[in-house]
Structure formats: structure tokens, C-alpha cells
């Protein structure tokens, strides 16, 4: 009866927490102990006899545990091409932060398995060639595809998608469009960052979440680049032309950063109009899925954008 067990997190009330006791009136009491009747019609739990047909058990596994790739080669052959691709360039980049050529080697082989274009391409892009283990098999031609698998054509609620509003500079930042930006975001239920060159707060005291040091494309659903007319912080020590080939001006290395992966990743984007970013980035204004204009106009163009989750059509 003591409640100090493993994971016990309940405030208890009373003096004694055992059974049988006299300083709490005999509580805690059993469940079922206010029920009238026998004793075995008090019992919380009854158990009720059952008969089991006669049968024997074993220790095996059911004879679907040996297949461990059909439901890969589903998901694989599912998806649209673009996805397929994406999903080809997703392994090559994992794989290629491995230096041991033989653990490469040997999950491309296992890819072979699942299916042989997604082998191949993968192969291909790691410098390698397809071999079949000893107790490798080809992959099943009799499996059927889902729709369900592929996000092309599909839309999803708003809710909870996290957008990053990055801005040139902290001392100077129009916090006016900003803070307008932000609610605007957050009367949708979506979550908005605000990302600066560094942490202090903007001149009316909004927070800044994130600096350009920390803030990376993969933990926005979408960015909008505010305030991009005027040019970004330089880093001390950094070339003033780093990733401004065009000579759009002198824009923040990690803002170009930024921007070139979330165009990349197939994210929605938006930026000012008479923002250098999209140059310093090689961002092309005119692909699908991204805006150009007042945030909080092409706002909402963004958010129509992000329901589809990613803009797959900017690499169709």
C-alpha cells in the first residue's frame, strides 16, 4: 500500500498511507470495499474462468518477419519523382559523411533491395557500383503503391508550423513591420522566430529567438526576409563579398546561407522588394514558392504555399 513506487508523482493526502490504519479511518481503502456482498463481490477485479481450446505454444516469428523491405520499396516507389529524388539525394548526403568506403558500400547494396533506380542514383552520386550481397534478393515487382505516401497534391492545416522572420539588422529593424508580421503569424496558429545578427532585443523590446550563428533552414517551415533593403551586419573577419557574386551588396554570409538552403529544401520563402538577399543567394525570384513584396502581403501567399508543405514544383 505505500506510494512511493517507481514513477510516483501524485500529491497524497491523509496521514498514513498503509492499510490496515487507525489515524485516517481506515483509508486508503480497497476498490470495492463500499460495495455490499461477500467479500468476492467486493473485489475490484474478478476473474472469470475461461476455457482455451487445446494448442501448443512455440517461440517463432510469424513468416512476415522475414521480409524486411516490401514496405520500403512501397514507400519508395510511392512517391512522386520529385520526391523520389529527394529522397535519392537525402541518402547520398548521409552517406556521404561517412569516410569507411565498405559501410557506404554496404548500405547501397542494401538499397539494391528496396529498389534498383534508388540503388544506382545513389550509388552514382557516392562514386560507387551496385553489387548484390550473397543473400541479397531482387526487388519485389508484385508490390502495390499508395497515394497516401506522397505529399504532392496534398494539403495540410497551418497549425503549430514554425516561420522564421529574418531582419537585417537589430538597432535598426522597423519593429512596426515586424511586430505586425508577428501577429499576423501568430493569429493563425503558427509559431514566429524572429531571427537577428545577434540577441539583443529590437528598440521596442521584442526578443530575438534566434541569431544568425544558430539559425538554420531546417527548423523553419518557411522564412520571410525582412528588412533585407538595408545591408546585413558583416562578421568581423569575414570577406565583405562572401556569396555576393552579383555585387547586390554587402550581405551576411549566414543570411546568404540561410536563404540559398531554405530555397534548396524546397521551402516557402519571401523576401523585400528591394532586398539584395535573393541575388546573394542565388535565389531565383520568379521559381514557385517565392514572394516578393511587403512581408505582410505576400504573407499570406507563403502561407498558402506552406500547406502543401513543401513547394515541389520549384524542382519539378
Known sequence: MLRDGFHQHGVQEGVAPYKPNSLDGGCPFFAGADRPGSEEEKQALIDIPQHIAESQMVRRHAQS?????SQATMFYRSLSPVEQEHTIQGYAFELGKCYETTVRQRQVNQLAKIDTNLANRVAELLGLEVSVDDDGAAPRDDIMTSPALSQVGQTWPLDGRVIGIAIADNATADTT?????RTVIANRKMVPVVIAPNADPLPDGTPVQKTYLVGRSVEYDAVIFVDGASPATQTPGTDAKVGDPTGSGNVDPRLVLLAAETFRHAKAMAFDAASPVPAAAGVDT??????????????????EALRSHRVWERFA
Do not use: M
Open 286 to 303: 520568379q521559381a514557385p514558392g517565392v514572394f516578393v513584396g511587403e512581408p505582410d502581403v505576400v504573407a499570406e501567399h507563403v502561407f
Open 65 to 69: 518477419f522475414d521480409d524486411h523491405f
Open 177 to 181: 513591420r515586424i511586430n505586425q508580421l
